[in-house]
């Protein structure tokens, strides 16, 4: 059984950090595509970084770049999002989430860990 488990969200005031964990159990860590996401209230799902399967390249969202990053370590099975200079706009529930790089019905998410970036 496939499961993603987030932690690592929290109350941080703006221009502060965070680092958001997510743990993959149940997948060959290496075989997928890891990514996080973030939904904030009445606005759509977006994605806001994602790590490559081999090569671990990255990408990221224009609002997040400069800012986040993420990387992952095979070995633990988790991926990781540092979150610096965190802005009220980032508040909002993050998800982590598995596509295998052979099959993207093969497609996994977590279930969340809210960020509020406030004052």
């Known amino acids: 059984q496939v499961q993603l488990v987030e932690s690592g969200g929290g109350l941080v005031q703006p221009g502060g950090s965070l680092r958001l964990s997510c743990v993959a159990s149940g997948v060959t860590f290496s075989n997928y595509r890891m990514s996080w996401y973030r939904q904030a209230p009445g606005k759509e799902r977006e994605l806001v970084a994602v790590?490559?399967?081999?090569?671990?390249?990255?990408n990221y969202a224009d609002s997040v770049k400069g800012r986040f990053t993420i990387s992952k370590d095979n070995a633990k099975n988790t991926v990781y999002l540092q979150m610096n200079s965190l802005k009220p706009e980032d508040t909002a529930v993050y998800y982590c989430?598995?596509?295998?790089?052979?099959?993207?019905?093969?497609?996994?998410w977590g279930q969340g860990t809210q960020v509020t970036v406030s004052s």
């Open positions: 989430n598995a596509v295998f790089r052979f099959s993207s019905n093969l497609n996994y």
């Open positions: 790590i490559t399967t081999a090569a671990g390249f990255t």
